[in-house]
């Protein structure tokens, strides 16, 4: 795969959205309304949801009574989650590398692996610099990534999907620093070579995130391992969730 931004041409394709639309929504449902009851946040609280994709979890949150502000460097997305705007609920096309609304936000969210996609280290440090710059002092971000040693033991490393009509064969691997997936798409409607995309995302520990948030100002609070926010676990969690707070 070229060194290119994949995720720009990738996340704006109809076959992501194809790929990814079964995602278990009623699970995400469930962790964002555990999440909210343990933060406690008082309703009519500024939101911002960074990496909303189509918007359903900011459209979750604006319905649990927040003000809400969806950001994604997706124009598909954003146009789709536009449908659904309300006096509570904006979205805006937007790269999270860039600076967004100084001290603004009470509470920020980058939910489901949103987050590792860039080449540098340098851009993933911009991207949590624009989101501490964005939460007022005291504000509260809350990161929901994967666990690196969980995710190197249970990795599946290949199977076929077919969704109407068209054809997904996904291998993934590893290597020190990333985990990639490739996904090689045959649409039967569509007689063109096929189309190939490779993700990559890269293997943050927790004393990764602990470091790029101290250097913004931003102190790890609690650490969870799972959406029903159990307690976190190196080797067994499958999820890392991080809560930390601006100073």
Known sequence: MPDKAWYK????????????????????????????????????????????????????????????????????????????????????????RLPFRINYFQYAFNFFTSFGYFKTRREHDNAIRTIAQSLQPGGIFVIDYLNVHYSEDKLEKSFTTAIEGVTFHISKWHDEEHFFKQIQITDEANKAPKHLYTERVAKFSLGDFTDMLAYQDMQVQEVFGDYQLGRYDVRKSPRMIIIAKKK
């Open 9 to 96: 041409d990738w996340f704006n394709s109809h076959y992501y959205h194809l790929l990814y639309q079964h995602r278990d929504e009623e699970e995400a449902l469930r962790f964002i309304q555990t999440l909210i009851k343990y933060l406690n946040p008082p309703i009519g609280s500024t939101m911002v949801d960074v990496a909303c994709g189509k918007g359903r979890h900011s459209k979750a949150l604006a319905e649990m009574g927040f003000d809400v502000t969806g950001i994604d460097l997706s124009a598909a997305s954003i146009e789709e989650a536009k449908l659904d705007e309300m006096d509570t609920l904006h979205f805006y096309q937007h790269d999270m």
